[in-house]
């Protein structure tokens, strides 16, 4: 099994920046996929970014691309989100999921293990 626990609940002004970082306390010697997924209100949980186990491997949104960078520390179990360039449509709860396999999993139903969430909200 493994817990997730987000943290870097954030309100900014457009055009700033905020990391948000997730700890996973695993109970496995599995190695497992990391990923960010938000959710606006009113709107489906979409996919952000996702990362392979060793980091070699990374995927995004193209929403996301060229703004956004997640990265990992196994040594710490932790990923991160760092966002910049934020935009009023990046307001949403972010949430951090991880997956016991080797895919990147952009659909949300492909992801077994969610953190609780945490706010960003991006001022205009």
């Known amino acids: 099994q493994v817990q997730l626990v987000e943290s870097g609940v954030g309100l900014v002004q457009a055009g700033g920046s905020l990391r948000l970082s997730c700890a996973a306390s695993?109970?496995?010697?599995?190695?497992?996929?990391m990923a960010w997924f938000r959710q606006a209100p009113g709107k489906e949980r979409e996919f952000v970014a996702a990362?392979?186990?060793?980091?070699?491997?990374?995927n995004y949104a193209d929403s996301v691309k060229g703004r956004f960078t997640i990265s990992r520390d196994n040594a710490k179990n932790t990923v991160y989100l760092q966002m910049n360039s934020l935009k009023p449509e990046d307001t949403a709860v972010y949430y951090c999921?991880?997956?016991?396999?080797?895919?990147?999993?952009?659909?949300?139903?492909?992801?077994?293990?969610w953190g609780q969430g945490t706010q960003v909200t991006v001022s205009s």
């Open positions: 999921t991880a997956d016991l396999g080797v895919f990147l999993h952009t659909r949300r139903n492909d992801y077994e293990y």
């Open positions: 695993a109970r496995t010697s599995s190695s497992y996929v």
């Open positions: 990362i392979s186990w060793r980091g070699i491997s990374i």
